[in-house]
């Protein structure tokens, strides 16, 4: 079987096309999809790098990726939401393998059949960005005509962001590089160049901030919340932290006080990481189904083969795209 491997943690160069991979076959709960589409996040540039090695520990080689799309093609004996044929999308485990491969076996609650309105590889760009967008905007429990600031609101999470919660009659103000301030006013968002101007001079007394950025602008984002606002955060303190952060202890003295005390001026904060379900999924090609949610993919640089899964991680991790980097399995 054809798969994208690493043997060691590095830089793209890692990362290496196999033809000799075992053929994977599909557990009692399990199912086995021939995947036509993967996509890149974030997340799996930085386990390719080792930043999660000592808490995630995993045996190489290591098939990367999360998001898939793709047709099944064999259910387990105890696997019953979907069926032989079924067009499904969906998300890999944390521990692999994951979907940079042209056949994958999933736990069962890990997929659900694919939104109807999306072709082709397009569903491939949603499970993830779309999964954290949507339990970020219920984190924030807010309602039509309150306020919201949503930081990096042209990234693939935030702009899901903006979108759903404009959707829910919410006004959104959102953050972005100058580039990308027309792409956030078609979205329905009030935008911010973030490089040019400081949002504590824009807004003040918000409901809530959702933060897709994290570090530095987190600390910054509590002085524009009105007492009982929500800040919630998908990138945590540490723009590189993937880890779901329990409660405001385990994320260390500093943060823990500065946390507290934010608490006790009235202010609420959450770290949200996407809970994976069928359920969840299913909510989610409903929500892409109603057209609340869309998700833009870079054809810019373009939706690339497997065999450029290196360039798409590159892409990612300069910050180049301007949308999902999708993989198209039918292009090699």
Request: include cysteine; charge should be neutral.
């Amino acid at each position: 079987m054809r798969a994208q491997v690493y043997s060691r943690y590095g830089g793209p160069e890692v990362l290496e096309l196999r033809t000799d991979l075992p053929e994977p076959h599909p557990g009692p709960t399990e199912v086995l999809v021939e995947v036509r589409a993967s996509s890149v996040n974030p997340v799996d540039w930085k386990l390719r790098r080792g930043n999660l090695r000592k808490v995630l520990r995993r045996s190489f080689p290591i098939v990367p990726g999360r998001d898939f799309c793709g047709v099944v093609l064999e259910c387990g004996t105890q696997a019953t939401t979907v069926a032989r044929g079924d067009e499904v999308f969906g998300l890999t485990p944390m521990r692999g393998p994951g979907s940079h491969a042209d056949r994958i076996c999933v736990p069962e609650r890990y997929l659900a059949l694919a939104p109807r309105r999306l072709h082709g590889f397009e569903a491939a760009a949603v499970p993830l960005a779309g999964l954290t967008a949507i339990q970020a905007s219920e984190a924030a429990q807010l309602s039509a005509g309150q306020r919201v600031l949503v930081h990096g609101g042209a990234g693939a999470v935030g702009a899901l962001v903006v979108q759903y919660l404009g959707h829910l009659g919410v006004a959104v103000t959102a953050t972005a590089s100058a580039r990308n301030l027309d792409y956030l006013r078609s979205l329905g968002a009030d935008p911010i160049d973030y490089r040019s101007e400081r949002f504590e001079d824009r807004v003040d007394q918000l409901d809530a901030v959702i933060d897709c950025v994290g570090g530095e602008v987190e600390r910054r984002s509590f002085a524009v919340l009105r007492r009982g606002g929500r800040l919630v955060s998908v990138a945590g303190p540490d723009p590189d932290a993937e880890v779901s952060l329990v409660n405001a202890v385990k994320l260390g003295g500093p943060t823990s006080v500065r946390l507290l005390g934010q608490f006790a001026r009235g202010r609420r904060y959450q770290f949200v990481s996407a809970r994976v379900n069928h359920q969840r999924l299913a909510q989610l090609a409903q929500i892409v189904d109603a057209g609340a949610i869309e998700v833009r993919i870079d054809h810019e640089i373009g939706v690339m083969g497997l065999a450029q899964l290196g360039e798409a991680h590159t892409a990612s991790e300069r910050g180049e795209a301007q949308g999902k980097l999708v993989i198209d399995h039918s292009r090699d």
